[in-house]
């Protein structure tokens, strides 16, 4: 229940223009970057810790998810407002159909147990990342637009399990270092100085 009220307020802070942000450690328990012979490349990451808090809501000014794979390019991808939902424990994003880019689903939420799970899937020929074969480095950053917090993910000391031209495969890694920038603001964003609480 405390966490759900730290997020109606932050939420209610944001929507009122004061911007709360912050970066988090959002270490990858899943990422993996395929890109097959038919050429749709598929992108999932996934991140559970117990320590993340929820600041932010991307139904009013969207979320963005920058992926940056060294080698194999670096991209942003753009999850606008009008595709997300609020759950009872945070936020979902949908696209079905890829109207607004490579990104399907999205989720993000802390449980009323504090568990934090943040989920992105994209699956599209218009992702540009592939696999670096190998690829040395990796850095995530999914930020809550409008003043909302970064959650950040990168390469630590988990051994990838798939590393050549067609998959980049890590799991249960535990570098929350934000070595991938936030994804530049929309025009018009609001870019008010952070406020702790």
Do not use: H
Not at 22 to 27: K, L, N, R, V
Not at 58 to 81: E, H, I, K, R, Y
Not at 124 to 148: D, R, V
């Amino acid at each position: 229940m405390r966490k759900l009220m730290a997020l109606g307020i932050a939420a209610a802070f944001v929507s009122g223009g004061i911007a709360i942000a912050a970066q988090q450690g959002a270490a990858a328990k899943k990422l993996l970057v395929k890109n097959p012979p038919s050429g749709n490349k598929k992108l999932v990451y996934l991140s559970k810790n117990a320590s993340s808090t929820l600041a932010g809501d991307p139904t009013l000014n969207g979320a963005s998810f920058n992926v940056d794979l060294t080698p194999g390019g670096t991209q942003c991808l753009t999850l606008p407002s009008t595709n997300w939902t609020t759950t009872a424990t945070g936020f979902k994003y949908k696209d079905p159909q890829l109207a607004n880019g490579p990104v399907k689903v999205a989720l993000i939420k802390v449980s009323g147990s504090g568990k934090f799970l943040l989920k992105v899937v994209a699956k599209s020929a218009a992702l540009t990342i592939a696999p670096g074969n190998p690829t040395a480095s990796y850095g995530t950053n999914f930020k809550i637009n409008g003043g909302g917090d970064e959650y950040c993910a990168s390469t630590g000391t988990a051994v990838p399990t798939k590393n050549d031209d067609k998959t980049f495969l890590v799991k249960n890694d535990d570098d929350t270092t934000c070595t991938a920038s936030a994804c530049s603001s929309p025009s018009g964003a609001f870019l008010g100085a952070w406020v702790a609480f």
